[in-house]
Structures are given as C-alpha cells and as structure tokens.
C-alpha cells in the first residue's frame, strides 16, 4: 500500500470555473499508484471543487449564469460584506458545491467519464491563489 500527499496552487483571476484536471493527472501520474483513490480537498470558504463536464465551454458558462440567478451579488438579504460584495455570495456558493472530492486511479489514470473533468470553482471576482490538498492511496 502506498500513500503520496501533496499540495498544489492555482491562480485565478475572478468567479468561473478552472479545469483542473490536468495537473491532477499529472499529480496521479508521479505518485506510482496504479489503483486506488485520489481524495482532494480545497482549503478556502470561498471557492469549490466540482466534477462536471469539459467538452462544452457553454455548460460551465450556463452554470455560472444558474448561480448567478441562485446567488445574485448585491443581494439585500446579505449583510456579511466584510471583503465586498461578493463576500456573502461567495460563502453560498461555497456551501451549495463541495469542498472535498474523492476520484477512483485505475491504470494509474483517474477515473473519470468521457466528457468528466475537475475543476476549481472560484467564487470570488478578483484574482486569487488557491491551495488544494490531494492525498492518495492504493497500490
């Protein structure tokens, strides 16, 4: 049994989703794991992780327009605007995605489906950096 923790950054420049699945890849790829489970975990309470389609850009697009009619910024509702006014929406978002993922390695590749990739979802509208934690197991 093996285990590889590791840790990796991502810079964003404003709210949408960041493909990732790249450099988790290579994460796999590096780690001599052939079969196991890659568990992630973003440490920010204002960005997510999500597992969603990557052929069309206009899926990821279409997303952000359902959140921003779920999440409008400016919303009178929120009184917590302590960095701006995305701050309050932001934590929402956060809330209603997911903050871990854990993904099967087989062939020492990540199970993922045909059109399936990982991404960063950033909630806020400046740049940030953001820091994921991966951990994986197997053999």
């Not at 062939?107 to 820091?131: C, I, K, M, N, P």
Request: with cysteine; aromatic share 8%.
């Amino acid at each position: 049994m093996k285990q590889k923790q590791s840790k990796f950054f991502i810079r964003t420049s404003g709210r949408r989703l960041y493909d990732i699945s790249e450099a988790l890849s290579e994460q796999v790829g590096t780690s001599g794991i052939i079969s196991g489970l890659l568990s992630l975990y973003i440490p920010h309470s204002s960005a997510s992780l999500l597992i969603q389609e990557n052929y069309d850009p206009e899926v990821l697009r279409d997303l952000e327009r359902f959140f921003d009619r779920l999440v409008p910024q400016g919303d009178p509702l929120f009184h917590h605007t302590s960095e701006g006014p995305d701050d309050m929406p932001a934590h929402v978002r956060s809330a209603l995605t997911a903050v871990s993922l854990s993904i099967p390695i087989l062939d020492a590749q990540l199970a993922l489906g045909t059109w399936q990739g990982v991404f960063l979802y950033e909630h806020r509208t400046s740049q940030h950096s953001r820091s994921i934690l991966c951990h994986m197991i197997g053999e």
